[in-house]
């Protein structure tokens, strides 16, 4: 009889153990569910740098440069250091300072040209070129981080002195048309800004030793 | 008998959920243990009694440049509409400044770096500044070459 009911305790406590192991696996660990992550992760990355790695190449480029060469119907220019050479196309145009349509014929080396091209199997073709002044298309704006270091707002003048730069101080006016914002694009008054302040202030980069600030955003 | 048999049943019941109960108490404990990530506790920096050097030196976390790539559009290209979305990557959560010679953008990277700005383009050549501030002051510039014209070039 004893041994009966040992051999039914035993069996239960089997059956139990048994039954409460199969409930309590977790379905979808944790351990798995980061991985899962990671590999979807890598997986867009890829897929990313594929479509990066698939950008076509704009067949319709221009350079502002000097014309180094010409002879006949082609072409060697010099911009920023580089040298590129293209073929006149047959049907270019050629415009000067004053917008009025010149011949090929008054082109020069030494000019100062924008050239618009476009490739086409394998040849790049100039197909209008237009006499500049490069200086008049040059971005004249400076960018500068820094502190407040002293400020008037009866003159409306402050003194900036960059981060990268404690020697250096610049001299900034700002007028009506400066615009003061938050990093988070908040409009501000000039009242608003205060010494010691950190800000970033675009300007313009003259003669002046006072530069007229374009922009100040303020970053504390 | 009846009586017995219901006892063997109920101590057959609660030893066997006894013994799964702490058999899967002891295994969690060990699973969580391994989950549970590195956690660095911040340490405080022993005091040092050498004054401040009041021209330290730039250590190498501070000196590399921020990065910043367009991806979109290409140096030297024509566009053909009068606005464009210029798109890039910096460094994370970094201060982007746009200047166009018509207006000025300042927005923020993403946590990934990743930044996309639709700017105005004036009728011609347009000289574009782009400049990046990371969290550590850090600036790095790079300069964009977009022509904005609608003649006709094919």
Known sequence: ?????????????????????????SPTPENDIQKLREVIQQKVQQK?????????????????????????????????????????SEDATFVNQKQMKIKITDLKEGQNVLVLTLAK???????????????KLKNKKNIAIGKIADISTTTSVFVLIPV?????????????KTEIVTKDNKSLKFTDIKKGQKIVCI????????????????LN | MIKELSLAIVLGLLIGFGLTGTYFYVKQNKNQQKNTPNIVIPTTVPENNNPPSPNPLPTSEYSSLPQLKVNYPQNNDIISTSKVTIKGQSSPNSLIIITTPLKNYH??????????????????????????IDENDQENHLEL????????LE
């Open chain 1, 1 to 25: 009889m004893t041994k009966k009911i040992f051999f039914i305790l035993f069996l239960v406590s089997g059956f139990s153990f048994f039954v409460s192991s199969v409930s309590a696996q």
């Open chain 1, 48 to 88: 990313l740098q594929e479509i990066g790695g698939e950008e076509k190449i704009n067949p319709k480029k221009a350079y502002l440069g000097t014309i180094t060469k010409l002879e006949k119907n082609n072409l060697s220019l010099d911009s920023n250091g580089q040298k590129y050479e293209f073929v006149i």
């Open chain 1, 121 to 135: 199997d394998k040849i790049v073709y100039a197909k209008k070129i237009l006499i500049v002044d490069p200086t």
């Open chain 1, 164 to 176: 990268n730069n404690n020697s250096r101080e610049l001299q900034m006016k700002q007028d009506s």
């Open chain 1, 203 to 218: 300007y313009t980069n003259n003669d002046n030793s006072t530069y007229p600030a374009l922009k100040i955003i303020t």
């Open chain 2, 107 to 132: 927005l923020s990277a993403d946590v990934q770096g990743l930044f996309s700005q639709e700017i105005s383009l004036e009728a011609g050549y347009n000289d574009i500044n782009l400049t990046t």
């Open chain 2, 145 to 152: 070459f977009i022509t904005y014209s609608t003649t006709k």
